[in-house]
């Protein structure tokens, strides 16, 4: 029965990898429904196996193909909306974002927190409203991790994150530096990044991330002058950019490269690394919301995640 060889692959992963019920369950399902799908005597819905996939990336080659027609038309609306977000069309986000709103499940967690985390990467973008920004952001990680300040502050090795959860730190970060609270920023980018060299992590699923950690991390360094590890950061990401070959982030990698290296006076190379990061916008012809390359560049903006 499917429900069984669910439960049979979702246990024997868990316990494979050392973790208890209520490390997996935590913020996802209570301990005694994730007992219940171990034991073939629940339908896990596709969301929340999803977000048990995302904390135990083993599970990644099992999956759901029952979704419903109102499933299938909010996933597909969700993508629309974060790559509009990504490539910084506005009009087209909103749009999408309202129709997400009328047909989203008001009794499913997950679309709640996904539309609260896109209407503050949409604030933010635009810069309106960016009081409200962060407290959004802690909203829809309170949703599915609970008390999220202390468990951070834990060395347990059970921090199990959804990659959502790992989008929305990584914005809240950013957040915090909007908000001239450096020190929140680098300890968040500081946690995650500990956090994917230590977990044991699903190589494919993780080195996306991975690279926007390391750029997000490389830019909080490169505010504070620390001009050189930002660049070991962004040659780290830019590698696993290379090997994964995802380069959604290497542009930033590059214009952070290039401004670390002038400040450090090699001009040389930062031209070069400048010129690399033009080239790679040109044959886009996206400058994620800005006139010309020359805008992007000087913005020193971070990344603002809105990939899944």
């Known amino acids: 029965m499917p429900t069984y060889g ?29 007992s219940r799908i171990e034991n073939g005597k629940a339908i896990v819905s596709k969301r929340v196996f999803e977000a048990l996939c995302d904390r135990m990336p083993g599970l990644h080659h099992v999956w759901i193909s029952c979704d419903t027609k109102s499933e299938m038309r909010r996933s597909k609306l969700c993508k629309q909306i974060l790559l509009y977000l990504e490539y910084r069309k506005m009009p087209e986000a909103k749009k999408a974002m309202e129709e997400y709103r009328r047909i989203k499940d008001k009794g499913n967690p997950f679309c709640r927190q996904f539309e609260l985390y896109t209407q503050a990467i949409y604030q933010a973008i635009l810069k309106e409203a960016e009081h409200e920004v962060l407290p959004k952001l802690q909203k ?25 959860e790992v989008y929305i730190l990584s914005n809240m970060a950013i957040a915090y530096a ?7 920023a680098y300890r968040i980018l500081s946690f995650l990044k500990e956090y994917f060299e230590k977990q044991e992590l699903d190589i494919t699923e993780s080195m996306k991330a991975y690279a926007m950690i390391l750029c997000n991390f490389a830019w909080i360094i490169e505010q504070q002058g620390r001009f050189e590890e930002a660049v070991k950061q962004c040659d780290t990401g830019m590698k696993i950019c290379f090997f994964t070959e995802k380069y959604t982030v290497l542009p930033y990698l590059l214009c952070i490269k290039a401004r670390c290296l002038a400040a450090s006076g090699n001009h040389r190379i930062a031209k070069k690394s400048k010129e690399q990061a033009n080239a790679i916008l040109d044959i ?13 560049y000087e913005a020193k903006d971070p990344i603002f995640v809105t990939f899944r």
């Open 6 to 34: 669910m439960g049979d692959a979702i246990r024997e992963m868990r316990v494979r990898l050392g973790y208890t019920q209520e490390e997996l369950s935590y913020g996802i399902c209570t301990t005694g429904t994730l």
């Open 178 to 184: 909007r908000r001239r609270d450096e020190e929140a």
């Open 140 to 164: 829809a990680l309170e949703i599915t991790m609970p008390a999220y300040r202390e468990r951070l502050q834990t060395k347990r090795k059970a921090i199990l994150l959804t990659y959502d």
């Open 284 to 296: 886009t012809e996206k400058y994620r919301g800005y006139g010309s390359f020359e805008e992007f």
